[in-house]
């Protein structure tokens, strides 16, 4: 019996299936639960702080009216059932909102939110590469006076050491493809930036050579999960990331039972969007970010063709709704989704 194909791929899963097959398997496939963190339920709650703000008319974009922002997010997740399931006492949870208070505040040492427009917040977007659907949410989309695109992502962890900072840079040709098969254009840059306790901006230009790359990259790996789905065969691939990994309890690498993880498994249902992965933790030691070759295993790197600036990396990844009309200055009509 093979397993069923993944609706879809995004920067995460891209991630997720380069750094260890079995833990996409464990997502994407079986779709089994994993349990809320606080770095990631934090993310989220600084992301919509700052998606609110962005709301504002640009005059009211104000750090006094971004901490109205952050305190209409937490009534928000006041109710939330993963934000509960951290099981936060008063002291915990007074912590974390000042914690989220702090990035927020950090933002505008960044940026002056006054000074520009963004044409796009939480912006879904998706197209199709073959028999392959490729996903992606952008956190804001900025279009220039001269008519060119700027993708912005938030990122609440530490910023990377200069030996990670590649890996941390991949979905900027993620990006890039889906803006340039959407919007008929490849945005001028794609910006990081960290709103932890050393903010920074962290840039990068994509480039017709690294959109390509990243191209045949990802068809690539489809065909690497393909092959794995038909053979059932996800193998795991231990590294520093483990310590953070939902699933040690069910990987063999850990003395896991696998055959319990398969009866704790949920029908592939109609496309959904991803589970949001919100800039996890940064790893002490290198996270390789091997590209998956064109190989039966699962767990074997895929031959791939240089990339000009970063393999692929994490992107959260939200709901959708449909959206119609034209990008200011492209006159391309976007197939877009748009949370």
């Known amino acids: 019996m093979t397993l069923p194909l993944p609706t879809s791929l995004s920067p995460s899963k891209v991630s997720t299936f380069t750094d260890c097959a079995l833990a996409f398997r464990f997502s994407a496939i079986d779709k089994l639960p994993e349990a809320p963190s606080v770095p990631a339920m934090k993310g989220s709650l600084v992301h919509r702080a700052l998606e609110l703000l962005f709301v504002r008319p640009p005059a009211e974009r104000t750090p006094l009216e971004a901490r109205s922002c952050l305190a209409i997010a937490v009534d928000e997740f006041a109710t939330d059932p993963q934000f509960l399931a951290l099981g936060l006492d008063g002291a915990a949870q007074q912590a974390f ?3 989220a208070a702090k990035m927020v505040e950090r933002y505008f040492l960044l940026e002056d939110p006054t000074a520009f427009d963004p044409i796009g917040i939480e912006l879904l977007l998706s197209t199709s590469v073959d028999d392959l659907l490729l996903r992606g949410i952008i956190d804001r989309l900025d279009l220039t006076p001269d008519g060119e695109l700027i993708v912005t992502d938030y990122k609440t962890g530490r910023p990377p050491a200069e030996r990670q900072e590649a890996s941390k840079l991949g979905g900027v040709h993620f990006y890039s493809l889906l803006c340039e098969r959407l919007f008929g254009k490849r945005p001028v840059k794609v910006q990081l930036l960290y709103l932890g306790t050393n903010p920074q901006i962290i840039t ?4 017709e050579q690294s959109t390509r790359a990243l191209e ?4 690539a790996i489809w065909s ?3 092959r794995a789905c038909d053979s059932e065969d996800f193998r795991p691939k231990p590294s520093a990331l483990c310590s953070w990994c939902s699933f040690q309890s069910f990987c063999p690498a850990f003395g896991g039972d696998l055959p319990t993880a ?4 949920t029908p592939l249902a109609a496309p959904a969007a991803d589970t949001p992965v919100v800039d996890a933790p940064v790893a002490d030691t290198p996270v390789a970010d ?3 070759a064109d190989t039966p295993a699962a767990d074997t790197p895929v031959a791939d063709t240089p990339v000009a600036d970063a393999p692929v990396a994490d992107a959260p ?7 119609s009309g034209e990008l200011p200055s492209t006159g391309v009509p976007p197939t877009a989704m748009m949370e």
């Open 216 to 219: 045949r990259k990802v068809t």
């Open 224 to 226: 690497a999960v393909k």
């Open 262 to 265: 398969v009866e704790l498994r």
């Open 290 to 292: 091997t590209p998956v």
């Open 317 to 323: 990844v939200g709901g959708e709704l449909p959206v």
């Open 204 to 207: 990068a230009v994509p480039s």
């Open 97 to 99: 909102i000042d914690d």
